[in-house]
């Protein structure tokens, strides 16, 4: 039986490595993320860092991001599909973005050929899941079985995250100015799982550092765990926050979870959500035991 040959591409909310695409033999299609001050539209890209941002987000500067433009999305499938059978596509949490349902709609010209793993992942089960798709591909698996047995496995997985302000979130229209503007005043911090189609809001916090708790113990409630033993993998997603609070989380971390400090893992956010969320934002990832 002839294997089918399986393109994978991915969206521009991952921080996969660079070098990791070529590993994976991946193609990565872009978001845009705007410059409100400066009118310019940057490719969240190798050349767009984490130090500009954090520098253009303490200097006052709002961004709004937008999808990759659906030509963009066409030239990728079709550019895959000439050396492969059938395409597989990722993309950031839909409640994010509407880069998901941009995908479906271009997938829907091209019937049993492309796919698209259902809009519900961020960050570290993103990049878990191009992986094993990689893997399933090369052991001979379909696009179709592929996207199934992840789509299956993905409610395993859980982002979760707070902010310290809500100003970014109130620019992206994601939150409303007036009611983000008092609970800034009142120093009042969301805390958020993205783990289905739907987020699930787990109040808010007055206390910055104590919302790492309340992640945890409202995965736990919500997910009906027994405890912590039910968690087989964490990962602390740290970008733009000062050192001092990255190490107070990999500390609490370790604690929680009886692991050293170097098997807590450190994750980039992708810069698409990094604008919104803004400086010293912070979550986790979790992984429940299957």
């Given at each position: 039986?002839?294997?089918?040959?399986?393109?994978?591409?991915?969206?521009?909310?991952?921080?996969?490595?660079f070098s990791d695409y070529k590993k994976?033999?991946?193609?990565?299609?872009?978001?845009?993320?705007?410059?409100?001050?400066?009118?310019?539209?940057?490719?969240?890209?190798?050349?767009?860092?984490?130090?500009?941002?954090?520098?253009?987000?303490?200097?006052?500067?709002?961004?709004?991001?937008?999808?990759?433009?659906?030509?963009?999305?066409?030239?990728?499938?079709?550019?895959?599909?000439?050396?492969?059978?059938?395409?597989?596509?990722?993309?950031?949490?839909?409640?994010?973005?509407?880069?998901?349902?941009?995908?479906?709609?271009?997938?829907?010209?091209?019937?049993?050929?492309?796919?698209?793993?259902?809009?519900?992942?961020?960050?570290?089960?993103?990049?878990?899941?191009?992986?094993?798709?990689?893997?399933?591909?090369?052991?001979?698996?379909?696009?179709?079985?592929?996207?199934?047995?992840?789509?299956?496995?993905?409610?395993?997985?859980?982002?979760?995250?707070?902010?310290?302000?809500?100003?970014?979130?109130?620019?992206?229209?994601?939150?409303?100015?007036?009611?983000?503007?008092?609970?800034?005043?009142?120093?009042?911090?969301?805390?958020?799982?993205?783990?289905?189609?739907?987020?699930?809001?787990?109040?808010?916090?007055?206390?910055?550092?104590?919302?790492?708790?309340?992640?945890?113990?409202?995965?736990?409630?919500?997910?009906?765990?027994?405890?912590?033993?039910?968690?087989?993998?964490?990962?602390?997603?740290?970008?733009?926050?000062?050192?001092?609070?990255?190490?107070?989380?990999?500390?609490?971390?370790?604690?929680?979870?009886?692991?050293?400090?170097?098997?807590?893992?450190?994750?980039?956010?992708?810069?698409?959500?990094?604008?919104?969320?803004?400086?010293?934002?912070?979550?986790?990832?979790?992984?429940?035991?299957?």
């Amino acid at each position: 039986m002839k294997k089918n040959k399986i393109g994978i591409i991915i969206d521009g909310a991952s921080s996969m490595p660079f070098s990791d695409y070529k590993k994976y033999d991946v193609k990565r299609v872009y978001l845009r993320i705007i410059d409100l001050k400066k009118n310019i539209e940057y490719k969240d890209d190798e050349n767009l860092k984490d130090e500009f941002i954090y520098e253009s987000l303490k200097n006052g500067t709002s961004f709004k991001t937008s999808c990759t433009p659906i030509g963009e999305l066409y030239d990728a499938v079709e550019e895959l599909l000439k050396k492969n059978d059938e395409v597989i596509i990722f993309t950031i949490h839909k409640y994010i973005s509407s880069q998901y349902d941009n995908c479906k709609m271009v997938a829907s010209e091209y019937p049993n050929k492309v796919f698209v793993v259902n809009g519900n992942n961020m960050d570290r089960d993103y990049e878990y899941f191009v992986q094993k798709a990689r893997e399933l591909a090369n052991q001979g698996m379909d696009a179709k079985s592929i996207v199934e047995q992840i789509d299956n496995e993905s409610k395993y997985f859980a982002t979760l995250f707070t902010c310290e302000t809500l100003k970014g979130l109130e620019s992206s229209g994601r939150f409303g100015r007036l009611m983000g503007k008092i609970l800034d005043k009142l120093k009042m911090h969301p805390v958020i799982n993205l783990q289905n189609d739907k987020p699930s809001f787990y109040g808010f916090t007055r206390d910055y550092y104590k919302a790492i708790e309340k992640m945890v113990n409202g995965f736990i409630k919500e997910n009906k765990l027994n405890g912590i033993q039910d968690i087989e993998e964490v990962t602390l997603y740290s970008t733009l926050l000062d050192k001092d609070k990255e190490d107070y989380f990999v500390q609490w971390l370790s604690n929680k979870f009886n692991l050293p400090k170097e098997q807590i893992r450190i994750s980039s956010n992708p810069l698409v959500v990094c604008v919104y969320t803004g400086i010293n934002a912070y979550g986790i990832a979790l992984k429940i035991k299957r």
